[in-house]
């Protein structure tokens, strides 16, 4: 399978509660970053966590990598319904140079 | 401070026509990276650039397809005798330096009829 997959496939959730989406990647990286994609847009850049970190935080977001197991979580706060969109995490695996890898998303739906 | 831009967004074009999709990076930005997007799937690499050079194409079908950034200009994803399977969204990244956040444009979506 692929660098990068995400799960749960697709969330669906009341505004007000905590999002939770995982990734596990197959080799060795150098960072991970996750992105954010509103429908018929461009990825925005959420967050990098690098491979020597195992907590980071911004905002209502907070990312944990777990490089013994090869993954990620992103956690997202206390939802809006602003924050429905897919959400993608991407490699920088050591192997493959400066080229990211993403997975297929997770897409969040956040009810009002 | 634009962001990068991406033209056209959207595309047309019948069997066996050329489309030229352009990409200008964001201000001071000197990598380039092109992905495709199928519908409810993830970005898949195509090919990573600097200025007039190519990096990485390893994403890149061998045939038909072709990419350049040159010195002056933006950066140009060129797909020659377009067939249905190329309709897709592309997407344009642009980095200040290899292994930093990429910055996305909002794509240019190709239909192939």
């Known amino acids: 399978s692929q660098q990068g997959e995400e799960d749960p496939q697709a969330l669906s959730i009341q505004e007000g509660e905590n999002a939770t989406m995982n990734c596990s990647y197959k080799t060795s990286i150098n960072n991970l970053q996750w992105y954010r994609q509103n429908s018929g847009r461009g990825l925005v850049h959420l967050i990098l966590?690098?491979?020597?970190?195992r907590e980071k935080h911004s905002g209502r977001l907070r990312v944990t990598l777990d490089t013994s197991k090869k993954s990620s979580s992103l956690l997202i706060t206390a939802s809006r319904a602003a924050d429905t969109a897919s959400y993608f995490c991407?490699?920088?695996?050591?192997?493959?140079?400066?080229?990211?890898?993403f997975g297929e998303g997770t897409q969040l739906t956040v009810n009002p | 401070n634009a962001g990068v831009m991406q033209n056209p967004r959207h595309l047309v074009r019948r069997r066996g026509q050329e489309a030229r999709l352009r990409c200008s990076p964001m201000?001071?930005?000197?990598?380039v990276y092109w992905y495709r997007q199928l519908p409810e799937e993830g970005l898949k690499f195509m090919v990573y650039?600097?200025?007039?050079?190519?990096?990485?194409e390893s994403g890149m079908p061998k045939e038909r397809f072709s990419a350049e950034f040159p010195k002056e200009g933006p950066s140009i994803l060129r797909i020659q005798q377009v067939v249905r399977g190329d309709s897709a969204a592309y997407f344009c990244?642009?980095?200040?330096?290899?292994?930093?956040?990429?910055?996305f444009g909002n794509g240019t979506r190709l239909t192939v009829t």
């Open positions: 991407a490699t920088d695996a050591e192997t493959s140079g400066s080229r990211l890898t």
């Open positions: 650039l600097q200025k007039e050079n190519i990096i990485d």
């Open positions: 201000k001071g930005h000197s990598h």
């Open positions: 990244a642009s980095s200040l330096a290899g292994f930093s956040p990429l910055h």
């Open positions: 966590i690098r491979s020597n970190e």
